[in-house]
């Protein structure tokens, strides 16, 4: 059965950097175009980035530019990058899989002064 395990979120002030990261358990990351959402205190659960699995990435307009998403296919991981982080980033961050639509159970980002 494949899991996705988010970590490294947590509070951190307004033009901090925080890195998450998602890892896989189950099968190989190689298989997966892997997304990472975000929801935010009643808000929906938006998009914020994806890799392909040819390395590729594509981004949400509101984080372009600030947040960098890669992947390590040897240690089953995924990581985001986050910096010039902003109030209106806060939100609870989600990886999810293509194909299989497997999500993590998230980790909570708080950018706050």
């Known amino acids: 059965q494949v899991q996705l395990v988010e970590s490294g979120g947590g509070l951190v002030q307004p033009g901090g950097s925080l890195r998450l990261s998602c890892a896989v358990s189950?099968?190989?990351?190689?298989?997966?175009?892997i997304d990472w959402f975000r929801q935010g205190p009643g808000n929906r659960r938006d998009f914020v980035a994806r890799?392909?699995?040819?390395?590729?990435?594509n981004y949400a307009d509101s984080v372009k530019g600030r947040f960098t998403i890669s992947r390590d296919n040897a240690k089953n991981t995924v990581y985001l990058q986050m910096d010039s982080l902003k109030p209106d980033d806060t939100a609870v961050y989600y990886c999810h899989t293509i194909p299989g639509n497997y999500w993590g159970k998230g980790t909570l980002v708080t950018v706050s002064s």
């Open positions: 890799i392909h699995t040819s390395g590729s990435p």
């Open positions: 189950g099968s190989s990351l190689w298989n997966y175009v």
